[in-house]
């Protein structure tokens, strides 16, 4: 690490830390709810749980992000942040709203609509919150003699994801309507800009890891960006087939959708290309794993999963069941989680000055965790096509199906324990790292 400033990196990562572990909390209640034991319901219900379960997992991802982007744009522009001190102002007002939010779920406070639930009074200071951040990376770029294509995509995705936040602000009465909006902040998140900020993130990670050509790199990284809006635009369509939006979307979202593999197959055959390619062997190991494993298991969950349930006959069946949580874990896990996963085990090293690279811990927390998501993702996709077949084909009643697939839910939360047991492995190894140290910086710098 050169830049003083990027140890504000540490700060969000740690957060990211802690916001993951509440997460997996609020996961464990409804899949204990799920199996039958749902004791803490009058507390938490159902739904708290759920609003509080999938927002943490926006908070602590897009904190991810952040905490990539602090680490990432001094070393391509090659000068320090514009504001340390903003950063940390922006990080601890992030947390406040997070706080407030997730207090305020407990007590009805919400809006109701998925992934969107945070109260609009909150949405604001989010809003000032994210514009703070980009203006301090904007400023920073801005100011900076160098620019590089992988520190534009990832502003790009950055400024981009900001502005499709907007969306999900208007009011709507009509719940097809709302709901037609709702999929630009949702899908065009993930399925659109969310890519870019990981496909900056990856193409900065594979030059530092496998020492190919910048050029290289960058030129696939064009590829990958056209890939994604390419499909993922008219893709959308896919949440328009039944709710109430004109039939023309069966055919423009089925056709766009089943395209949307392509852009994640380039990634993952990006990544894997580039590294058959390295000219050196990085000691860093585990962010390579991270890095690999992110473009392939991203390609699993987000591209293949998400082949499985997008044709508009197959959705007609899968719409809103447990079909989609299946492949919602594996998408998120593989494409965002194991991102920032992967950035943090490359900077930690740098940030603290220790070279506890390639951790027994470290590994096993890679291996450990995929295979425990790997696990949930087929616990879900097991009681998936069972209520999908039993409410949908023999139009058994809603809560009965419930009943039927209990027991499929042992089989989540024991892969989810494993899981677990990995995220924990990797937090015991980031907290192993110990806090940013300024001596021992200008040692361990990483040229690649
Ligand atoms: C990293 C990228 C992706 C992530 C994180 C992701 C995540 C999710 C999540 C969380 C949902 C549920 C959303 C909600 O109901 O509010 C969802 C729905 C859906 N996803 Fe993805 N997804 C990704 C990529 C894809 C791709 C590439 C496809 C198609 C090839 C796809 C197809 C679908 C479909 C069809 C639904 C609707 C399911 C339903 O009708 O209930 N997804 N996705
Ligand atoms: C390890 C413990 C975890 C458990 C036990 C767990 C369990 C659950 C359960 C039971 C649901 C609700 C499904 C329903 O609507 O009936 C859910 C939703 C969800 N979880 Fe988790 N989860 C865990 C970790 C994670 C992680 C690490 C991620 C992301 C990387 C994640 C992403 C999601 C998403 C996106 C949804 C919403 C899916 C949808 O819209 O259908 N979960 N989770
Ligand atoms: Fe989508």
Request: charged fraction near 10%; include cysteine; hydrophobic fraction near 50%.
């Amino acid at each position: 690490m050169k830049f003083k400033s990027q140890k504000l990196a540490y700060y969000f990562f740690s957060t990211c830390m802690l916001l993951l572990c509440l997460q997996i909390t609020y996961g464990f209640i409804m899949g204990f709810a799920h199996m039958g034991y749902d004791n803490l319901h009058d507390y938490i219900p159902f739904n708290t749980a759920r609003a509080v379960h999938t927002n943490l997992l926006v908070v602590w991802l897009l904190t991810g992000f952040m905490g990539a982007a602090y680490f990432i744009i001094p070393d391509e522009t090659q000068r320090e942040l514009y504001s340390t001190k903003l950063g940390f102002i922006q990080l601890i007002s992030l947390v406040v709203v997070g706080v407030v939010a997730v207090i305020g779920f407990h007590f009805n406070w919400w809006e109701g609509r998925k992934f969107l639930e945070i109260p609009r009074p909150l949405d604001f200071l989010v809003v000032i919150n994210v514009l703070t951040f980009l203006f301090n990376i904007g400023i920073t770029l801005f100011r900076a003699e160098r620019s590089s294509t992988t520190s534009i995509v990832l502003y790009t995705g950055l400024v981009a994801a900001a502005l499709l936040y907007l969306p999900g602000m208007i009011y709507f009465e009509n719940q097809s309507v709302d709901s037609y909006f709702r999929w630009w902040v949702v899908h065009l998140w993930v399925e659109g800009v969310w890519e870019l900020i990981m496909g900056g993130i990856l193409a900065y990670l594979l030059i530092k890891l496998t020492g190919v050509d910048r050029e290289v790199i960058e030129k696939w990284l064009y590829v990958i960006v056209g890939l994604t809006f390419l499909s993922g635009i008219l893709g959308t369509g896919h949440h328009y087939y039944y709710i109430g939006a004109p039939k023309y979307w069966l055919m423009v979202g089925g056709i766009f959708s089943a395209l949307e593999p392509l852009a994640f197959l380039g990634m993952a055959l990006f990544a894997v290309v580039m590294y058959r390619r390295s000219g050196r062997e990085h000691p860093n190991k585990i962010a390579l794993l991270w890095t690999i494993g992110c473009a392939i298991m991203s390609f699993v969950g987000a591209g293949f999963l998400g082949f499985a349930h997008t044709l508009p006959s197959v959705n007609l069946y899968t719409h809103g069941t447990l079909v989609t949580a299946m492949h919602g874990h594996l998408a998120f896990w593989g494409a965002y989680a194991m991102i920032v996963l992967a950035i943090i085990s490359y900077a930690m090293p740098m940030i603290t000055g220790r070279k506890n690279y390639n951790s027994m811990y470290g590994m096993l927390a890679f291996w450990i965790c995929n295979i425990g998501m790997l696990g949930m993702t087929g616990a879900f996709a097991v009681a998936g096509v069972a209520q999908v077949y039993l409410e949908r084909k023999t139009g058994m009643d809603f809560t009965l199906v419930q009943q039927e697939i209990e027991p499929h839910f042992l089989g989540l939360v024991l892969a989810a324990t494993l899981f677990t047991t990995g995220v924990l492995l990797y937090i015991y190894d980031f907290y192993k790292y110990g806090r940013p140290n300024d001596e021992a910086l200008v040692a361990l710098t990483d040229n690649g």
